[in-house]
């Protein structure tokens, strides 16, 4: 009886032992997500501002196209 007590016991400690250090790889692991959500937010503003200041090249504009010449 005393056996099954001690391991019982010492299933317990270990399923504690492990949640801790779950908690502690937890922590770690979410302010890696917050850190890398935020650089991405960061990234993605600069990249607003610059499509603002200077949109993507799309081709060039049917006004500025230039006909070959008559004779080639």
Do not use: C, K, Y
Request: charge should be positive.
């Amino acid at each position: 009886m005393r056996w099954i007590l001690l391991d019982i016991a010492l299933i317990l400690l270990s399923v504690g032992v492990l949640a801790i250090l779950l908690l502690r790889l937890w922590r770690r692991v979410s302010a890696l997500m917050q850190t890398v959500g935020t650089l991405t937010g960061a990234i993605g503003a600069i990249v607003e501002l610059v499509s603002a200041v200077n949109p993507p090249f799309t081709g060039p504009s049917p006004a500025r196209r230039t006909r070959a010449p008559r004779g080639a």
